[in-house]
């Protein structure tokens, strides 16, 4: 069963910087896409960032010049390199797996961003 890994999130002050870090248990060149996702309390889980696996990237509007997603094959893992972060930024950061239309999520990992 495939799984995913986040660790990374944490408290950071307005203007600073976090890296997530996801770690697949499988190839990550066997998904069609691998990506974060987020949800802030009250709100919907949305999407920030996903990498296909052809390299094709996509990014939120809110996050676009901010954040940046990479990949790691051999280590199989996928990195969200968070800058300038905003308050509005603070929520529950997910790693997703996908392949074709099913879905893998990982637990979360809590981002806080502070004034």
């Known amino acids: 069963q495939v799984q995913v890994v986040e660790s990374g999130g944490g408290l950071v002050q307005a203007g600073g910087s976090l890296k997530l870090s996801c770690t697949a248990s499988?190839?990550?060149?066997?998904?069609?896409?691998m990506g974060w996702f987020r949800q802030a309390p009250g709100k919907e889980r949305e999407l920030v960032a996903t990498?296909?696996?052809?390299?094709?990237?996509n990014y939120a509007d809110s996050v676009k010049g901010r954040f940046t997603i990479s990949r790691d094959g051999a280590r199989k893992m996928v990195y969200l390199q968070m800058n300038s972060l905003k308050p509005e930024d603070t929520a529950v950061y997910y790693c997703?797996?996908?392949?074709?239309?099913?879905?893998?999520w990982g637990q979360g990992t809590q981002v806080t961003v502070t004034q």
């Open positions: 997703n797996a996908r392949v074709l239309q099913h879905n893998t």
């Open positions: 499988e190839n990550i060149f066997m998904f069609n896409a």
């Open positions: 990498i296909n696996v052809g390299g094709k990237i």
